[in-house]
């Protein structure tokens, strides 16, 4: 008799299941086959090649790990410096400032524009063939005229030029989910470190820091996760790869897809980039379990 | 148990129309024989491809619906996913490589027109420029496999070349109609652009198959094209004297100051709008571009010229032929109707119409004495022309990326035109070595 109940809650949840398996499921062990041929992606036939695809990803595809490095890069000054000018702008709009709301609304813009418009306007600002040239220009009025150089299409500058025009582009993010964290922390709190003679900074890092770890967590695991991805910004801002010096995973496998006509081998290559992604996410889960526990 | 029922009721409702909703996506070849169904990409061809379809209509009864899916990166993707699904239009453009081309053939997605085009002692044939019907055919013997056959009816013939600014020129002290025809010269041009502080040449390098091309050019013009093909073939190393040349002559133009900085992550709109607002002396770009400076300075004085020949022994050789084409569907219910249309939109009257109104080279013959006097300069230049589609060979995607990549690399002072060359090579052997095993 206990069984129909259980099946009629079971049928609840079968159409989020239905769904779930064939948007997300399946096609997660569909791509996983795919990696295991040799296929262009129009031809009928494919070609099984077991593990191939995935050794020469691992042992023979240098242009494949340099794009890995240079998003790792992209991905650690985001989390530092993005995060950093995220939190710092959340708690600054939680007091009692003037204006916040105003404030509230502008640092949410720079998100909800187009990447690849947000890529041609900074590249408009940065240029100076084909721009205005605002930043050497400020430079040269500062008197660090010295520094004037063309950014975009310096090797040593390219990336951390894309990565900071990265962290224009998504600090709003995090802002929004900092803020959010911020206001749910009872302002009783405060009063009592306060009655207890803590000052501002120990009220910071005693109340604040502790109960805001896990918005710092899932802020860092949503920066990771859209960092390591962007590659919309990238064509914006220097047309793609940049001999290689502006190449991130999502470009490589769609030179592979497009340029090559591998569909197998980009296959693979999404396959390992996101084990990849789920590895980091998972690390940084247990490092934020760790840290709580310790504050 | 009441609830149980409404609620399987309600999924059993969702599924049904679900299934009707993806079953009215799923099949294009279905629809009626009176209305032809054209994918393609092209962005300002599009109002004249309406108007055409309108005055087809109007001619013959049956309706053409162009279905514009742009950039061409989304339409390329699409048309994959609709080959894989089995969901193409009854007719279709291609972009890529030949070897994606044949895939398609030997996929069974498209229709051997050599029938209709041999039919009449081969009036349609006729009609086009050999070039641009060459890299629609595939010749008996063909490495890809593929039935001999022309697969494609091509709509108008590009040729990429350069081009220069003829006001910047007096600027220069130069004569505006006398451009630059040894590399020698056009390398001293690139000195005086430097000493007057102007942009040199643009081209959208950013992109790399740009830079490919303009490498190619000299590479025929230096070792010609059968050493050209050897090379694909894998029995001349890039190492070669001859290859050196052909990258050394990029380390040349930096050093020149011939070419703009920052040339290598510009896109080809960016140097298309540097060089429509007179901002550049030169640009490396396709006779597409003539109705993109049209629309952006309907004044820009400007000519066209060859790349400056790097040597005297061969003639200079450019990027060319068809530009773009159209394929039809194999499986289409509408495929007479379908070749009866392209045979329609390739006859002299719409060419000249698309000639006027897109600036694109017909791919007709008979449409030329028609076309804008700019469009002839790009025309008398197509029998110059070649494309890879055309060599019968093709090269690896890893050694393109790595010799593009390279330029770049040269372009930037990064590395020398030997090292290049040394891992082209090294790439090209394990890709042989793979071929191999």
Request: hydrophobic share 45%.
């Amino acid at each position: 008799m206990r069984i129909k109940p259980t099946l009629e809650n079971y049928t609840f949840v079968l159409p989020a299941v239905i769904i779930f398996s064939i948007f997300y499921i399946i096609p997660f062990f569909w791509v996983f086959q795919l990696g295991m041929y040799d296929w262009d992606g129009i031809l009928p036939t494919k070609t099984f090649v077991g593990l191939a695809n995935f050794t020469e990803i691992f042992l023979h595809d240098p242009s494949w790990w340099q794009a890995m490095w240079n998003a790792t890069y992209i991905t650690l000054i985001a989390l530092i410096f993005q995060n950093a000018l995220a939190f710092l702008l959340a708690w600054a709009c939680d007091r009692e400032i003037r204006a916040k709301n105003f404030y509230r609304v502008v640092f949410f813009i720079p998100p909800i524009l187009s990447e690849i418009v947000v890529g041609m306007v900074w590249r408009f600002i940065i240029n100076d063939v084909d721009g205005a040239n605002m930043v050497n220009r400020l430079l040269v009025s500062v008197g660090l005229g010295n520094f004037a150089h063309n950014w975009l299409s310096d090797p040593k500058t390219a990336l951390t030029t894309v990565a900071l025009v990265h962290c224009w582009k998504g600090f709003g993010w995090g802002f929004l989910i900092f803020l959010a964290g911020l206001q749910t922390i009872p302002r009783e709190l405060y009063e009592a470190a306060r009655v207890d003679g803590a000052n501002a900074w120990q009220a910071f890092r005693k109340v604040t820091v502790p109960l805001m770890i896990p918005v710092v967590v899932l802020v860092a695991i949503l920066t990771v996760l859209g960092t390591m991805q962007a590659f919309v910004l990238i064509i914006g801002l220097v047309g793609g790869e940049f001999a290689g010096h502006t190449s991130v995973p999502v470009l490589r496998i769609l030179a592979s897809m497009r340029g090559s006509s591998r569909f197998g081998y980009a296959c693979a290559q999404g396959i390992t980039f996101g084990m990849v992604l789920v590895i980091i996410s998972f690390i940084q889960y247990r490092f934020s379990k760790r840290a709580r526990q310790i504050t | 148990m009441r609830r149980l029922f409404c609620f399987a009721s309600v999924l059993l409702v969702f599924s049904v129309l679900g299934f009707i909703a993806l079953s009215g996506c799923s099949s294009q070849t279905a629809k009626s024989a009176n209305t032809i169904t054209v994918w393609h990409w092209m962005t300002d061809r599009d109002p004249a491809f309406q108007e055409l379809a309108k005055k087809y209509t109007q001619k013959t009864g049956i309706k053409v619906n162009f279905e514009l899916y742009a950039p061409s990166d989304a339409y390329s993707q699409k048309v994959r996913a609709a080959a894989q699904g089995q969901t193409l239009p009854d007719i279709f453009g291609i972009l890529g490589e030949k070897r994606d081309f044949a895939s398609f053939i030997k996929a069974g997605h498209i229709l051997n027109l050599t029938s209709y085009m041999e039919e009449g002692q081969g009036a349609w044939k006729n009609k086009f420029f050999s070039k641009a019907l060459a890299v629609n055919e595939f010749s008996s013997g063909n490495i890809y496999g593929v039935n001999a056959g022309i697969y494609g009816a091509p709509i108008d013939v590009m040729a990429i070349e350069m081009l220069y600014n003829k006001d910047l020129f007096r600027e220069l002290g130069l004569n505006p109609n006398r451009p630059p025809e040894t590399f020698a010269e056009f390398i001293d041009i690139g000195k005086k652009i430097k000493e007057k502080n102007l942009q040199g040449l643009v081209s959208g390098w950013g992109e790399l198959w740009m830079i490919d091309c303009l490498a190619n050019d000299y590479a025929f013009n230096i070792m010609g094209k059968d050493k050209v093909i050897a090379t694909i073939r894998g029995d001349v190393p890039y190492t070669d004297p001859d290859w050196i040349k052909v990258f050394t002559l990029f380390k040349e133009m930096r050093d020149s100051g011939v070419l703009v900085e920052g040339v290598v992550t510009m896109v080809n709109k960016t140097a298309e709008q540097l060089f429509a607002s007179n901002k550049a002396v030169f640009a490396f770009n396709g006779s597409w571009c003539l109705n993109v400076y049209k629309g952006m300075n309907p004044k820009l004085s400007y000519g066209v010229m060859l790349p400056p020949k790097a040597s005297q022994a061969r003639p200079m050789s450019i990027w060319g032929g068809a530009g773009s084409s159209f394929m039809v569907n194999a499986r289409s219910k509408n495929q007479e109707e379908a070749v009866k249309f392209l045979k329609w939109l390739t006859d002299k009257d719409q060419q000249v119409y698309l000639a006027d109104t897109t600036f694109n080279l017909p791919s007709n013959k008979e449409a030329l004495s028609k076309i804008p006097p700019i469009l002839t300069e790009f025309a008398d230049d197509v029998e110059l022309s070649t494309h890879p589609n055309t060599w019968g060979v093709s090269e690896f995607p890893a050694v393109i990326e790595t010799l593009d990549k390279g330029l770049q690399s040269i372009v930037i002072g990064e590395k020398t035109p030997e090292q290049v060359a040394s891992e082209a090579q090294a790439v090209k052997e394990r890709e042989l070595a793979k071929k191999r095993r």
